[in-house]
């Protein structure tokens, strides 16, 4: 059963850690490795004196929420890079890849053909047409105010759903990397991030991703040419190898691994991570960071080339750890499973190559990394409130800006404290429950909303509501009859639905319905709304001019 | 009589922006869906495809190849896309948007003068 639940644990790894019987197999604590300690100390102060830095500069709410729209293109191409290749990409697809070999690349290439699509489609149109958040864009002329209320609320879900999967991934790698007791593991990280984002707002926080986003590179690349010389630069010899060490033989190099090459599945997955992104508000917002439409297009083009490189990388070092750690015994604990579980085996293979000072970097880098990420996600959530829900709802353009920022601050402070709560509480949970619902409710009712609000002018309020409800209700309900809850959760037999993700039924549905509501649609705003479609195409184009 | 000159350039201008715009993203998005489909393709029922080697005695096979290659054109398109948008697009864009400023500034003054 367990190996059976394994690839749906895994499936998190992507966006966040497993938290499944990783932690308590390991006793690969780093406390004692001086290289982590002082690595990790430094990047504190580091980023302790950014956030004083960008203290000073964080003055209004357009400041503490999109940096005021001064960062430049290639510094939010390493942050938008910085929010993908976290520790858990890092960690989690070498370790995935580790156990089912080629199946688990799905996972890089997968996102990677999603990024220059949301390049083309969304990026540009998404930053002339809003400001601050995904529910700007969408609201440009389908004003009712349920509309906002709906998207907002998906958006928080996504947001929070996401974010309790990475505190909960981020106490488990923490307890495991460093010895430190997992809730003390989740204060820290919620306390670190709470300065980070509190005093220096999107400024501090995208400062922090892009040095992160460089560490991480730096360690990727070190770890892919020792991986390389081990085998004298020949590719086919890692691959050979793998081949030879893996208990599948030359299996592990070929699909069916894992999703075992079953169409639904397979489906399923590919669609959850090429849409999924083109949904998720924490990165949609980072477009707003930069100056203009062009800016926001470099922006993502530099993001992209980055994680390509990364995500090359990812497959030499994951099957260089399947040709080198394999047979290990010192990585191997009495039971003969390798010690500290999947998430480790990027980390020993840093040791086996770099000894401990290469080991002690990554884990520093990897905690370093999970910091960047849940401030980067705290901050859409705090916009998500401030902006889109209390924003609105007390008509913005009448209040102070004083007003909105310390809004703005508190809605972090809220989204903080939500998310250390959950992370305690959801310590024994299966985070891949948790993801799996961010992630398709992103793919499923974000993203097909966003794409019609920007293409098609037959887009009405209603029909946004009707479907938009009807989807995120059938996603939630489709996570629920899933393995993950109906069997893991529950306790229940066999799972009523039988793929990981809802996705290739969800996504779909979102389109159809939305658009079957919004063409029925005769009343007299959904006339306005289809109205104003010329005039916003316009502006899609051209920016606010 | 100028106004409305100006007033058909600017519908032109938008309108080659637009047209050009979409032609190039639409065929370019879908192009690469459709090669994330033949990945979708190799995982299910093209399996034996592949898990052909590349070659005699290669331990790469097709699969290994296609995926990373699709990573590689990934990288391209996107390369390929910001190079031609900055070039092509965002003069149009400039043009395209100082024709809205002359309508603009026309509608005024035609308004002041009625």
């Known amino acids: 059963m367990k190996s059976a639940l394994r690839p749906l644990a895994f499936l998190a790894c992507h966006l966040s850690l497993t938290s499944t019987a990783s932690a308590s197999q390991g006793a690969a604590s780093q406390a004692s490795n001086p290289f982590a300690i002082a690595i990790f100390l430094a990047f504190v102060v580091t980023t302790m004196l950014v956030t004083r830095w960008a203290a000073k500069k964080t003055t209004s709410k357009a400041s503490f929420l999109v940096a005021g729209g001064a960062i430049k293109p290639w510094q939010n191409g390493l942050a938008i890079a910085g929010d993908f290749m976290s520790a858990a990409t890092f960690l989690g697809i070498t370790g995935l890849m580790f156990f089912v070999g080629f199946d688990a690349y799905i996972l890089a290439f997968g996102v990677l053909i999603g990024w220059p699509i949301m390049l083309m489609l969304i990026a540009e149109r998404f930053r002339n047409l809003g400001r601050f958040t995904l529910v700007d864009v969408i609201s440009y002329r389908l004003r009712m105010p349920a509309v906002r209320l709906l998207i907002a609320c998906s958006s928080l879900a996504v947001i929070l759903f996401y974010l309790i999967g990475q505190m909960v991934g981020a106490g488990k790698l923490i307890e495991l990397l460093f010895g430190i007791d997992y809730v003390y593991s989740v204060i820290a990280v919620s306390s670190l991030m709470m300065i980070y984002v509190l005093f220096g707002g999107m400024l501090a926080t995208t400062w922090i991703q892009m040095i992160k986003a460089v560490l991480l590179m730096a360690g990727g690349i070190a770890l892919a040419l020792l991986v390389f010389a081990e085998f004298n630069f020949s590719l086919n010899a890692i691959f050979a190898e793998a081949a030879a060490k893996h208990g599948n033989g030359d299996a592990v190099l070929s699909p069916g691994g894992w999703l075992k090459s079953d169409i639904l599945s397979v489906g399923t997955v590919a669609l959850t991570l090429c849409f999924g992104i083109m949904g998720l508000p924490h990165v949609l917002m980072r477009f707003f960071t930069v100056k203009d439409a062009a800016d926001a297009r470099n922006s993502v083009a530099i993001a992209t080339l980055i994680m390509a490189l990364f995500y090359i990388l990812i497959l030499f070092i994951g099957f260089g750890a399947i040709a080198l750690i394999t047979g290990e015994t010192r990585f191997e604990g009495s039971d003969g499973e390798i010690v500290g579980g999947s998430n480790m085996i990027a980390l020993h293979l840093a040791e086996l190559l770099g000894g401990s000072a290469l080991l002690g970097f990554m884990s520093a880098v990897s905690f370093a990394t999970i910091l960047a990420v849940v401030a980067g996600l705290t901050l859409a959530g705090a916009a998500a409130i401030a902006h889109d829900i209390i924003g609105v709802m007390s008509k913005d353009a009448e209040i102070s800006d004083k007003v909105q920022l310390n809004r703005s601050r508190w809605a972090t402070a809220v989204i903080a404290l939500v998310s250390l709560g959950c992370g305690i509480l959801f310590e024994n949970q299966n985070i891949a429950v948790v993801t799996a619902i961010a992630l398709a409710l992103a793919a499923s009712v974000n993203f097909p909303i966003l794409l019609m609000a920007l293409y098609w002018g037959g887009l009405t309020s209603r029909g946004v509501l009707i479907g938009g409800w009807i989807t995120l209700l059938t996603s939630v309900i489709l996570v629920i009859l899933s393995d993950s809850v109906w069997v893991q959760l529950l306790g229940n037999p066999t799972a009523l639905f039988p793929y990981p993700y809802p996705t290739i039924f969800t996504l779909p549905l979102g389109f159809i319905t939305v658009w079957l509501f919004s063409s029925i649609d005769t009343s007299a705003a959904s006339k306005e709304e289809r109205a104003l479609f010329e005039s916003q195409s316009v502006i899609a184009e051209l920016g606010q001019g | ?114």
């Open chain 2, 1 to 114: 009589m100028s106004g409305n000159d100006r007033s058909d350039n600017s519908a032109s201008a938008l309108a080659q922006l637009v047209r050009v715009r979409a032609r190039m993203i639409w065929s370019l998005s879908a192009s690469l869906f459709l090669l994330f489909l033949g990945s979708v393709y190799l995982m299910t029922v093209g399996t034996d495809l592949a898990e052909t080697p590349i070659g005699t005695g290669s331990a790469i096979n097709v699969g290994i190849v296609y995926t990373s290659a699709l990573t590689i054109i990934s990288a391209c398109v996107t390369a390929f896309y910001a190079i031609w948008a900055n070039r092509t697009l965002d003069p149009l864009i400039a043009s395209a948007n100082d024709e809205r400023a002359a309508d603009a500034s026309v509608a005024a003054a035609s308004e002041a003068e009625e």
